[in-house]
């Protein structure tokens, strides 16, 4: 069926139908009657108390954007809602975080390969500093100080020689981040009617309430079966185990205290994921679970290889054989 009104397809009219959705000449989809569910208070409830920086987030370009991306992307595949956030991520993850996280590997095996320069240039250096301790009569406080400006400038030099500026490695979070937060908010919009509740929007909430699979038949009502919940939180406890247990080295105090935060992060999205319409909680398993198979993928020297990451000392033959060592044979920390 199409909609004149809207210019989309209502493609499960059939069942619509079926679940009491009342249609009239005048609005589309007028209201949802009967349902053992009833989001209404809470989408009018949320509506009103859009203000400040959350109206602004979700009224903002991005979040329209990536609204308006899920909405074709959904219109054009013919795929249930379900199969279009989990291709939607994908794609997402896929696109952009994937070359972004190779870059960051990249980056990072050149600093590392570049700091074994500098013991020799170090060595130099201080010879050429002895030398102006004699000659020009510095005391130790100005030989020092002449010192450590210079060796800042030679470690700049080989950055800009390799162009491999540190800064350029945190470009994955700088783009992660608010890619999740603007997928996660315009999911939000599509269950809320956000931020224009037209009949558009609501053909949209109709089709989230049938478009969902066995244990979410409804992407809008929570997951009562608490299965997409702790999986969420259980994936992204892999992943930081997998980060911990890869470590050559002994990690650092504030890396200890890092790793300690995020595990309680992750906990903690549990009864988030547990509160919030299936939807989105689909949207982030889907995510993470991308983000596990990424880092184990990017573990292996044949595919770092491939996506031309430099080897490193610190690289490992067998990283994996080494984590499972690390997690069996070790005493536990």
């Known amino acids: 069926m199409y909609c004149k009104t809207t210019g989309r397809y209502a493609l499960l009219t059939h069942e619509l139908l079926k679940s009491n959705v009342v249609f009239n000449a005048h609005r589309p989809l007028q209201r949802i009657q009967k349902r053992t569910f009833s989001l209404q208070n809470t989408i009018e409830s949320i509506a009103k108390t859009q203000t400040g920086i959350f109206k602004s987030i979700s009224e903002s370009t991005p979040v329209e954007y990536c609204q308006n991306v899920l909405v074709t992307v959904h219109d054009y595949s013919g795929l249930p809602w379900w199969a279009t956030i989990i291709c939607t991520t994908v794609l997402a993850r896929g696109f952009v975080t994937l070359p972004l996280a190779i870059y960051q590997n990249y980056i990072l095996a050149k600093l590392e390969n570049l700091k074994l320069e500098m013991p020799a240039i170090a060595n130099e250096l201080r010879k050429e500093t002895s030398m102006a301790?004699?000659?020009?009569?510095?005391?130790?406080?100005?030989?020092?100080?002449?010192?450590?400006?210079?060796?800042?400038?030679?470690?700049?030099?080989?950055?800009?020689?390799?162009?491999?500026?540190?800064?350029?490695?945190?470009?994955?979070?700088?783009?992660?981040?608010?890619?999740?937060?603007?997928?996660?908010?315009?999911?939000?919009?599509?269950?809320?009617?956000?931020?224009?509740?037209?009949?558009?929007?609501?053909?949209?909430?109709?089709?989230?309430?049938?478009?969902?699979?066995?244990?979410?038949?409804?992407?809008?009502?929570?997951?009562?079966?608490?299965?997409?919940?702790?999986?969420?939180?259980?994936?992204?406890?892999?992943?930081?185990?997998?980060?911990?247990?890869?470590?050559?080295?002994?990690?650092?105090?504030?890396?200890?205290?890092?790793?300690n935060?995020?595990?309680?992060?992750?906990?903690?999205?549990?009864?988030?994921?547990?509160?919030?319409?299936?939807?989105?909680v689909l949207y982030w398993t889907t995510?993470?679970?991308?983000?596990?198979?990424?880092?184990?993928?990017?573990?292996?020297?044949?595919?770092?290889?491939?996506?031309?990451?430099?080897?490193?000392?610190?690289?490992?033959?067998?990283?994996?054989?080494?984590?499972?060592?690390?997690?069996?044979?070790?005493?536990?920390?």
């Open 133 to 259: 301790v004699k000659l020009y009569k510095w005391d130790e406080k100005q030989a020092r100080a002449v010192f450590n400006r210079s060796i800042r400038k030679q470690w700049q030099k080989l950055i800009l020689r390799d162009n491999c500026h540190p800064f350029k490695a945190s470009l994955l979070m700088l783009f992660q981040i608010p890619t999740w937060v603007c997928l996660s908010v315009s999911l939000r919009n599509l269950v809320y009617m956000l931020p224009l509740r037209d009949s558009n929007a609501e053909i949209i909430y109709a089709e989230l309430t049938l478009g969902g699979f066995g244990f979410i038949p409804n992407l809008t009502a929570v997951d009562s079966s608490w299965i997409l919940p702790v999986s969420v939180g259980v994936i992204n406890l892999l992943i930081i185990e997998l980060q911990r247990l890869s470590r050559l080295n002994e990690p650092n105090k504030l890396q200890k205290i890092l790793t």
């Open 261 to 280: 935060v995020f595990r309680g992060l992750s906990v903690v999205m549990i009864p988030i994921g547990a509160s919030v319409p299936s939807c989105l």
């Open 287 to 333: 995510s993470s679970a991308f983000g596990l198979v990424q880092n184990i993928l990017l573990m292996s020297p044949r595919v770092k290889r491939i996506c031309k990451i430099p080897k490193t000392q610190s690289e490992m033959d067998r990283p994996y054989k080494f984590v499972a060592s690390k997690l069996f044979d070790s005493p536990p920390r």
